[in-house]
């Protein structure tokens, strides 16, 4: 079965420095990794998705995640921090190949001036 | 393109009614999932929908129902209404099921 643990429930970073969101899966085969975004009172927008092309993916506003098999890992970064950042961050993946995406727990972002 | 859209976005029901909510994907798409999220379980897979046909089901009880139409919108039905049923509806549609899933803004549903 598939699942994804994210190991902070909350990140607290200045505006200006790098920001690093944790996440674990655990998948019987190659999975498909995704993390979204939600900001107050909002749905849910992509940020970037692995689907097993390239390791490290490129999304929108400046993050990017490096998938890595050995460690399991599908951690989000970004260079610099900007206010309009702090949300909460989510890491999926899917169950095989069908429409049911498993959510991590969420990570709370908070950017301080 | 358009893209998913819900309705409505807000509802206020009381304990035992019912609860009807729409989702229409992004024009092309014939997959559509529903999510429930609350602050103490997070976001949870309802059911999938593919071609009128559903798909997948998470393990919610049978109060929780859906149908999908010839044109790929979708209906969620919620029977006997609870209060812990309160929480934020998101729908999502897909090419396939199986490539990338696109959120609504969701249904904020209160049951007092």
Redesign the interface.
């Known amino acids: 079965a598939q699942s994804v643990t994210q190991l902070d429930s909350h990140v607290s970073v200045s505006e200006g420095t790098p920001v690093l969101l944790r996440c674990n899966y655990s998948s019987s085969y190659s999975p498909s990794l995704?993390w979204?975004v939600q900001h107050p009172n909002?749905?849910?927008?992509?940020l970037l998705?692995y689907t097993s092309a390239a390791t490290l993916v490129k999304g929108i506003n400046g993050f990017e995640a490096e998938f890595k098999k050995s460690e399991t890992s599908f951690h989000l970064t970004k260079p610099s921090a900007h206010m309009s950042d702090a949300a909460e961050y989510?890491c999926v993946v899917?169950?095989s190949?069908?429409?049911?995406?498993?959510?991590?727990?969420?990570t709370t972002l908070q950017v301080k001036p | 393109k358009a893209g998913?859209t819900q309705t409505p976005r807000y509802l206020i029901k009381t304990r035992g009614q019912q609860v009807t909510l729409s989702c229409s994907p992004i024009s092309g798409h014939r997959?559509?999932?529903w999510?429930q999220q609350t602050p103490g379980q997070?976001?949870?897979?309802l059911f999938?929908y593919?071609s009128e046909t559903q798909?997948?089901k998470?393990n919610f009880p049978g109060r929780f129902s859906g149908r999908q139409f010839s044109n790929s919108r979708s209906e969620m039905n919620v029977s006997t209404l609870e209060l812990g049923d309160s929480a934020l509806y998101?729908c999502?549609s897909?090419l396939t099921?199986?490539d990338?899933?696109?959120?609504?803004?969701?249904t904020r549903l209160t049951v007092l």
């Open positions: 995704f979204y909002k749905g849910l927008q992509l998705k989510f899917r169950a190949n069908t429409g049911k995406l498993i959510f991590g727990q969420g | 998913v997959s559509v999932s999510y997070g976001l949870q897979f999938e593919f798909r997948n998470g998101l999502a897909s099921g199986g990338t899933q696109y959120f609504g803004p969701g």
